[in-house]
């Protein structure tokens, strides 16, 4: 599919990998719709991209939001959407809160499982249209220290798997988009130390965005995973999950560590 001339509906806009979408989707000559929490921060984000951007400030997780932003996507006709908003808490599951939890399986799945449900009967109407679901490296590999994001992920995945399946024979494109770790206020202090400390390389958002592109210029849908050895290790815990486990049992100290720092911060910080 060409990006040039298509009308794109982006959530999660304003938070690193979104607004190197925008850019580079701007830039390729697409129509764009712009959807995120902060209203200011996502009038700056328009101010900074070509005349024409529709912008809507909504919390996806909400009927209200979600029912404001499928009316904007309708009127405007949209094409592709790309399900970007996410929300990652680094820490150990049991000293978790609840509503921190819930927070990140309402936002990384069930925002973009309602909102795809209301959007697609305009979308098979289409000649073409496209659907893409920003998951993780995590949607793949169960890691420690991030139980909730992992499992929000995983089902996200399986449930881009499943619908591109369901849609095969329709003109919609179903993608998956896995990063690995990013340089983005998702990631945290503590989880930047962890990356550093374990020797995991971290991605420019720029670098997703250019693999956003990639991703809509094929013609089949599918999925696409970002970074090596990342690539590798989603294949090897397929397969021999074991040794996935005890490479990672070997990493464990070191989560715990920088976990429970997480969660003392975060406690003073309240």
Known sequence: MRVEGTTTLLTGATGGIGRAMAHRLAACGARLLLCGRDAPRLAELAAELPPGVLTVAADITSVAGREALVEAATAAAVEVVIHNAGAQEFGLFQEQDPAV????FELNLCAPVLLTRALLPA????????LVFVGSAFGSIGHPGFAAYCASKFGLRGFAETLRRELADSAVRVHYLAPRATRTALNGPRVVALNQTLGNAMDA????????????????????FVGWPEKLFVRINAVWPRLVDAALAGKLATVRRYASLATTERRIDS
């Open 205 to 224: 958002p720029e670098r997703v965005a250019d693999e956003l592109l990639r991703l809509l210029e094929r013609d089949r849908g599918g999925e696409r």
């Open 101 to 104: 939890l819930q927070r990140q």
């Open 123 to 130: 979308l098979v109407r289409r000649d073409a249209a496209a």
